[in-house]
């Protein structure tokens, strides 16, 4: 697959964008935004897929919780997505970007015309230097929230789909820590950082874990998920932390930042 070299797939987790209170995290909204604009004024092509419709929704509507039933979760949801384009739309404005919204279902990549129409609708706003900003349409899709046969299973393994289909040279996952490391960190304070991965075997796999932040859906393991995804078709993915997104800088320059899952090389 002959890959984009400028083009970038990030994606920022509902751990960065909400605070430890379960508030909108404002400081981040503009960080991400100013970081992302700034890279695009070099020349680089930026898609960036978002987590946090549900939990910005459930503070929206002002639950104490991140709802449980499905029918809760999807009316969040809609809210959400609307609170978080607004809010995506006047940090990008500030800074001269115009955004747009792409919200996906698991057909709108399985079936073939939906997909092409799709790739056509990418292009053409990266062409035009629009942002696309890309979730789950997790207002109508059942699939997506509860199933245990959904396609995306969790926004970084979204992001790896959208890499691929969009041919971008790299995806960066935003996280609540670091990287991949040898333990996890949370529970061994001496666990050390793995800075680069060449091969995703069942070792690696192994100390990917389980699940992630109280407010979010996804740990380790779905990142590592999504980078045999996007390796496998030569897309180097890095996983690194989204309080810091102007390490955004130093991976364009091939800097080391948190963990770097080499893609595979056509030979």
């Keep these: 697959m002959a890959?984009?070299?400028?083009?970038?797939?990030?994606?920022?987790g509902t751990s960065t964008l909400t605070n430890d209170i379960g508030q909108n995290n404002i400081?981040?909204?503009?960080?991400?935004a100013e970081v992302l604009s700034d890279v695009q004024n070099r020349g680089y092509e930026i898609i960036l897929v978002t987590s946090g419709a549900i939990a910005i929704g459930a503070n929206k509507l002002g639950l104490k919780e991140k709802p449980r039933d499905m029918r809760m979760k999807q009316a969040c949801a809609a809210v959400g997505q609307s609170r978080m384009m607004t809010l995506y739309n006047h940090f990008f404005s500030e800074f001269d970007k115009t955004a747009a919204q792409i919200l996906l279902n698991a057909e709108d990549i399985q079936e073939e015309e939906k997909k092409d129409n799709l790739i056509n609708t990418f292009n053409t706003l990266l062409e035009m230097g629009v942002i696309p900003i890309v979730n789950e349409n997790d207002s109508?899709?059942?699939?997506?929230?509860?199933?245990?046969?959904?396609?995306?299973?969790?926004?970084d393994m979204l992001s790896a789909v959208v890499a691929v289909l969009c041919q971008a040279s790299k995806l960066v996952i935003f996280s609540d820590i670091?990287?991949?490391?040898?333990?996890?960190?949370?529970?061994?304070?001496?666990?050390?950082l793995i800075s680069r991965i060449d091969t995703i075997d069942e070792s690696v796999a192994k100390l990917a874990g389980g699940a992630g932040?109280?407010?979010g859906t996804g740990g380790m393991q779905t990142k590592v998920q999504a980078a045999t995804l996007a390796t496998r078709q030569g897309i180097d993915t890095i996983v690194a932390n989204g309080k810091h997104p102007e390490k955004l800088y130093d991976i364009i320059e091939k800097k080391p930042v948190g963990t770097l899952f080499a893609g595979k090389r056509a030979e």
């Design 3 to 12: 890959l984009n070299k400028n083009r970038i797939v990030v994606k920022v």
């Design 27 to 32: 400081r981040e909204f503009e960080k991400l």
């Design 140 to 155: 109508v899709s059942y699939t997506e929230i509860e199933s245990k046969e959904r396609l995306f299973g969790d926004n």
């Design 178 to 192: 670091d990287g991949f490391f040898d333990h996890d960190p949370r529970l061994y304070p001496n666990a050390k």
């Design 213 to 215: 932040s109280r407010r």
